[in-house]
Structures are given as structure tokens and as C-alpha cells.
């Protein structure tokens, strides 16, 4: 059995849905963090996150995973970019911003 938890000060902030989002991002800027990969620009970027989050998050649709990534970036806790070296290739990444880094922090 698989189980996902979630920051309840983060959800009382920003809702459940967009702290199970945000928790399983922050996750992986911690991977890449320790890795030390895929670091532009001064942030930790995350690729194939809507697959990622379809896969592990079976319960919302992939249409609700971009509105609420849609609505963390417009709130300014995560940020997107293109990085691909290929300049066709218009594959989203996404980044957590300080914002979303100091909540996390001072949780």
C-alpha cells in the first residue's frame, strides 16, 4: 500500500490539493539538490512533472495537476523554464521559487 502525506500548517495555507502538489516537489528539488543536477539559472528544476505527478498521484486528473500548477506559479511558488538543448524541444520545467524554499523552511 502506497501512502502520501502532506504539511497540514501548508494545506491550512494554500489548500490540500496544492500541498500534496507542492510537497511532492519540494521532494525532488531535494534529490536534485543532493545530486546536483539539473541546477540552471540558480534553482534545481524538475522535469516531467505532469507525467510524474499523473503517475504518482493517481487520484487527480492531469487536467487538475495543471491548473493547480498553474495557480502555484501565479502565486509565485514555483516558476517555469526551458532548457532543453534541442530548440525544438519545448519540454516544461518547473523550479521551486525562495517563496515556496522559505515556506518549506519554516515549517
Known sequence: MTTHSFSVELAAELGVEKAIILQHLWF??????????????GHFWLLEVVWL?????????????????KSLEREDYIKTGYFS?????RTKQYALT???????INL
Open 53 to 69: 505527478l499523473d503517475y504518482t498521484l493517481p487520484y487527480f486528473s492531469k487536467k487538475k495537476i495543471y491548473n493547480i500548477l
Open 85 to 89: 538543448k534541442n530548440k525544438f524541444d
Open 28 to 41: 525532488w528539488h531535494k534529490e536534485n539538490k543532493v545530486k546536483k543536477r539539473n541546477f540552471h539559472h
Open 98 to 104: 525562495e517563496k515556496s524554499i522559505n515556506t518549506f
